[in-house]
């Protein structure tokens, strides 16, 4: 069963393996793959995602999978000016949040200078970075669809009765393996480190951890929050896939696209295209939330040598924890005490 | 209530101005492409913790900075009239992203008098959102947003532009 699922999932993750929107290799034809003294390609650095492409094609671009080379500059020019007034200590809709005076609060409250943002984002050409399936959305199944409105509209909102009840990040846990390469609001770095045998990828938010094995062994029988990844090498393309993921949907997740299941399978392709980039491509898989499998695409920008990963011992002073049961409590006592 | 209250008319008399303010910055965000950021929560959830209508603003003492994950928390002490020291901890940034962005262990020294804006706890105690630290000599320390509805008093980039 996993078996055949798996080369469902590396299907269609062949067949998504097309020409990319922003691939650009500097020097073409004259660059080759660095690699590591044993010979595998070098994917070692710090990593992050650096796109100003959303997940999920906006509404605006419905049937249009990339910008014209005006809207292009016009968008670069946004960014720029939205990393400007970051800089400048400017928040709302000057940084492209919603604007403070229509919510001071929802959307604001953990402005831009509660993450971390990195360099400023680059825009390419690319409207979704979902390209499988083509119309750039997220295939939910009806059920999914309802259980994701439902974790959007109690956000901040409750109940909070247990420690159950706020979000596996809320919790210090994790946002699961599949946006890991490319989010983080609070750390989206990644290091790669490999050794003979064994890729093993540092994130920084949440400090997950993941040791591939990258010699095409077999899935072990233990599941785990963030599944079993088991590597191999196609020619220069790093091939990882997922599984033995444990089922946590019946917790709370911020966004329910990143919940695991047991059903949940994920084959992902790294290509270093160029010094500073790997095109980093993922497809999901999980008919618990998924009607058909989708595939994500966008480059990672390697960081200048020496940028270092933090620690984020999260439970160390995850005082959220407290304040929110507390908060949750105090609510229904000053609501009856209204009344 | 303990907490030094903000001045709710000033908040009110600048509001009309501030939307004017703000829909000029929607309409200059707006130009060329809105690109929608993918749906990610940045964990916490402020409303879950913090109260929006509890805006306190306190002048106090550093006892410390705790340099922890999720966030910082800055301790300090806030003297009543009455003479009573009463203890307040401040939440701010990640310590990754505050690092980043130039702070240091050296930023908030212990014993320097500054002042707090922020949003109380939802459930009363001494805890707060932080929002912008000032010290003495005016310099300002943005732990979060500007214009959330503090009164103007020129010291915000905001109400410059």
């Not at chain 1, 959007?152 to 599949?178: H, I, K, M, N």
């Not at chain 1, 290091?191 to 400090?207: A, D, F, K």
């Not at chain 2, 309409?27 to 492409?33: E, K, Y």
């Not at chain 2, 010290?135 to 109400?159: C, I, N, Q, V, W």
Request: glycine letters at 10%; charged letters at 25%; aromatic letters at 8%.
């Amino acid at each position: 069963m996993a078996i055949r699922r798996f080369v469902m999932v590396g299907l269609v993750a062949l067949l998504a393996t097309g020409c990319s929107f922003w691939s650009t290799p500097t020097a073409e034809g004259t660059w080759t793959t660095p690699r590591t003294a044993w010979g595998d390609p070098d994917l070692q650095g710090v990593w992050r995602y650096e796109g100003a492409v959303p997940l999920e094609r906006p509404k605006a671009f419905a049937g249009r999978e990339s910008l014209t080379d005006e809207e292009i500059a016009d968008r670069d020019r946004i960014e720029k000016e939205q990393a400007a007034n970051r800089l400048a200590g400017l928040e709302g809709a000057a940084v492209g949040r919603r604007s403070i005076d229509e919510s001071p609060i929802r959307g604001n409250e953990y402005n831009s200078f509660w993450q971390d943002h990195g360099r400023p984002r680059r825009v390419f050409r690319q409207t979704s970075l979902v390209v499988d399936p083509r119309d750039g959305l997220l295939p939910y199944t009806p059920e999914a669809r309802k259980a994701e409105t439902r974790a959007q509209a109690r956000y901040g909102v409750g109940p909070y009765e247990s420690y159950l009840d706020p979000d596996t990040g809320e919790r210090c846990l994790t946002d699961g393996v599949t946006a890991m390469m490319w989010q983080g609001p609070n750390g989206g770095h990644n290091m790669i480190v490999q050794s003979p045998g064994y890729v093993t990828i540092l994130h920084e938010e949440y400090r997950d951890r993941r040791i591939i094995p990258v010699n095409g062994g077999s899935h072990g029988a233990v599941r785990q929050w963030l599944g079993d990844s088991v590597g191999r090498w196609e020619g220069e393309t790093l091939v990882v896939e997922t599984t033995n993921v444990l089922d946590r949907t019946n917790y709370e997740w911020a966004n329910i696209w990143t919940r695991a299941s047991e059903t949940l399978t994920i084959v992902e392709r790294f290509t270093r295209v160029a010094d500073d980039t790997i095109d980093y491509r993922i497809t999901v898989d999980d008919p618990a939330t998924f009607a058909q499998p989708w595939t994500a695409n966008m480059p990672i920008s390697r960081l200048p040598e020496g940028t270092r990963i933090y620690e984020y011992a999260c439970h160390e002073g995850n005082y959220a924890m407290a304040n929110l049961l507390s908060g949750g409590r105090a609510q229904p006592r000053a609501q009856a005490s209204s009344k | 209530m303990r907490r030094t209250a903000m001045n709710h008319e000033d908040t009110k008399r600048t509001r009309s101005k501030k939307a004017l303010r703000g829909l000029r910055r929607v309409v200059l965000a707006s130009v060329g492409i809105g690109l929608a950021a993918a749906p990610l929560h940045a964990h916490h959830a402020f409303a879950a913790e913090f109260d929006a209508n509890r805006p306190i603003k306190l002048r106090g003492t550093v006892v410390k900075m705790e340099w922890i994950n999720p966030h910082t928390w800055i301790h300090i002490e806030v003297k009543q009239p009455n003479g009573r020291v009463e203890a307040w901890a401040i939440e701010g940034g990640p310590p990754n992203a505050l690092f980043r962005r130039g702070f240091s262990r050296n930023s908030l020294p212990t014993g320097i008098e500054i002042v707090v804006e922020g949003f109380q706890a939802k459930d009363g105690s001494r805890r707060a959102n932080g929002r912008d630290v000032t010290f003495g000599d005016g310099k300002r320390l943005f732990l979060g947003s500007s214009g959330t509805g503090a009164p103007r008093d020129g010291l915000d980039p905001t109400e410059r532009r």
